[in-house]
């Protein structure tokens, strides 16, 4: 979209904060009126939960996420609708004459997630949002986003990912992803941060920041889960909901829902104290009953019954795992598995294949790294698969549903984000090169 790098010249906090000053950002409202979500996994289910419940609570609500899936206009969305072509390229201008004027006099690049992080603000504040929902694109004390200085945000999960830049320890990417919070606000964090809890109580000690497990002060009891839906009991401060029902398939995402759940709570708690209980309670139900968001564990065909998930780190995969075979078997798949090429091959094929015996193996068009490198880590992972080399992502899906039709199997689309979304634009007549990424 900008004629931009992906990544700005050093650290961009000071040049961006110009640069929402260029135009017009009211900074003191954005902070009033917004969360931040960061997190290894679950950023995008958890933001698309906590906006729907803000929707559903009558608030006009943006939401800024990152990767787009199928189309970039996804990634800046007001109530649920995604930014249209003509405000899209209008304020594409605005950013861009701003971002020439900046580097001129201070002789710095700008990075493109920098620049449609100013556009989102500008089209969240022209559109008067209420409340505003932004996912962070890489950690969180650099990322952009920390210039929202939101004082409720999360870290919904921590993994290794993007070490070079966030530390080569899950404290220290703990650590970077939690600076995205105001001074003397609230981190939430998910269930598989628990451990870095003592760590992460200090760190946040000095900055005055509150700190909240779920698993300890936040509570999940009595989950259910079905191939279409599942609920879980909630309990934080004295609310209370029981029996409330998810959209999102996956029991990562009961985690999920309880940071959307708990975040949006003290959202209102410090800006809406007056609102009515009974309302609340009503807004998180509907909002998490009618979220919707693709990719995560998504039935993408019927005949024969095709899943995909874009996960991509290697705790990402193992969760949705867990979570296919808990909703739809253990038996009976063909795995198609691919893997961008800065991602580890082995760390994420060695977390799918030994539980598979029929796998295909794929290249993207997009990033992905190639495809007899897959096959030979799904063969260190699992000598005994049955491994096959697919020449092209429409191959892939002409030989997964070949071997599954034959045998009466199922489809699991896993291991990159690109593969998955190319793998379902293709397999629901679509062409994988009309799709654009950054």
Not at 31 to 37: E, L, P, T
Not at 183 to 205: D, M, Q
Not at 317 to 339: E, F, K, P, S, Y
Request: aromatic content about 6%.
């Amino acid at each position: 979209m900008f004629d931009l790098p992906k990544y700005g010249d050093g650290i961009c906090l000071a040049r961006l904060a110009e640069l929402l000053t260029l135009l017009s950002i009211d900074r003191d409202r954005l902070q009033r009126i917004s969360v931040v979500v960061t997190g290894s996994n679950g950023k995008g289910s958890t933001a698309a939960m906590c906006a729907a419940i803000g929707r559903a609570h009558g608030l006009r609500t943006g939401l800024f996420t990152s990767p787009h899936l199928f189309r970039f206009n996804e990634r800046i969305q007001i109530d649920g609708i995604e930014i249209d072509d003509g405000s899209l390229a209008r304020l594409k201008r605005m950013v861009e004459t701003a971002i020439a004027d900046i580097s001129k006099r201070r002789g710095e690049r700008f990075g493109a997630f920098e620049a449609l992080f100013a556009l989102a603000c500008m089209h969240f504040q022209e559109s008067q949002c209420d409340f505003v929902v932004f996912e962070a694109g890489i950690g969180g004390r650099y990322d952009p986003v920390r210039l929202v200085g939101a004082h409720a945000s999360c870290v919904t999960s921590v993994d290794y990912e993007h070490v070079a830049l966030l530390g080569e320890s899950l404290e220290l990417i703990a650590s970077d992803k939690s600076d995205a919070c105001a001074a003397g606000g609230t981190v939430i964090y998910g269930e598989n941060c628990r451990s870095l809890r003592p760590h992460l109580v200090e760190f946040n000690r000095a900055p005055g920041r509150t700190s909240l497990f779920v698993g300890n002060e936040i509570s999940i009891g009595n989950a259910i889960r079905s191939a279409s839906a599942q609920q879980l009991d909630y309990e934080f401060a004295g609310h209370r909901y029981r029996s409330v029902a998810l959209n999102l398939p996956g029991s990562f995402q009961l985690n999920n829902a309880a940071i959307a759940i708990t975040l949006f709570l003290l959202w209102l708690q410090r800006e809406r104290p007056q609102a009515a209980s009974a309302r609340i309670e009503g807004a998180i139900r509907t909002g998490l009953r009618n979220v919707r968001w693709p990719g995560r564990l998504e039935i993408i065909r019927q005949d024969p019954l095709t899943v995909i998930d874009v996960g991509h780190t290697p705790d990402g995969i193992r969760q949705a795992l867990a979570g296919l075979m808990a909703i739809h078997g253990a038996d009976g798949w063909v795995l198609v598995t691919g893997v961008s090429n800065d991602k580890k091959a082995d760390e994420i094929v060695g977390a799918l294949a030994p539980s598979f015996d029929t796998i295909v193996c794929a290249t993207a068009r997009h990033r992905g790294a190639d495809a007899t490198a897959i096959a030979a880590a799904a063969r260190r992972a699992n000598p005994e698969a049955d491994i096959r080399l697919a020449a092209s992502i429409e191959d892939a899906v002409r030989l997964s549903q070949d071997l599954a039709k034959a045998s009466g199997r199922k489809i699991y689309v896993a291991g990159g984000l690109f593969l998955a979304i190319e793998y379902a634009t293709v397999a629901t007549g679509g062409r994988a090169e009309d799709l654009s990424f950054f």
